[in-house]
């Protein structure tokens, strides 16, 4: 490649969220509106317990069977529910933490999602932790893709700039 040569594609990043825990959604929504807003192509893989903050708030429980309802009931929808992985102490660490950062003018991540979205980071969520957990596509928030599989994210991946695991 000589000197002269400008890359013309724009940087791109991709990330993985497995997890549904708020101190990993913060980072997540950060990191993909950050890279966003700096023109680079982003893509949100969501899978396993990471699609469980794409449930619609008002869809109590999902699932096919009593297990998977019961998973679903042990995962609240929607990310304004959200605990935290460490230190919730008895459901008062993600108020505390949200407090802090609207303290610290921090936009909530529901907030970074949909900010997100406007400006077009792709968010996929993954089609085979649907079919598992028995989550429907009308379950979920508007303004997602179509629900892909791993081969797709690893696809993407591969061919990324940046790849992250959430």
Not at 120 to 138: A, F, K, R, Y
Request: aromatic share 8%; glycine share 8%.
């Amino acid at each position: 490649m000589s000197e002269n040569h400008v890359n013309t594609e724009p940087e791109s990043m991709t990330i993985i969220a497995f997890s549904g825990d708020l101190d990993k959604l913060w980072p997540t929504m950060i990191l993909s509106s950050t890279a966003a807003a700096n023109g680079m192509d982003v893509t949100v893989f969501y899978t396993f317990w990471g699609l469980f903050p794409l449930v619609k708030d008002d869809v109590r429980i999902t699932g096919y069977d009593a297990m998977t309802k019961m998973l679903a009931g042990m995962n609240a929808p929607g990310m304004k529910k959200a605990k935290l992985s460490k230190m919730e102490m008895g459901g008062m660490g993600h108020w505390m933490m949200r407090k802090v950062a609207a303290k610290n003018n921090l936009m909530p991540p529901e907030d970074l999602f949909e900010m997100s979205k406007d400006m077009g980071v792709n968010m996929w969520p993954c089609q085979m932790t649907m079919d598992l957990l028995g989550i429907e596509p009308n379950q979920m928030v508007d303004g997602l893709g179509e629900p892909v599989g791993a081969a797709t994210a690893l696809k993407k991946m591969a061919n990324s700039n940046i790849s992250l695991f959430i």
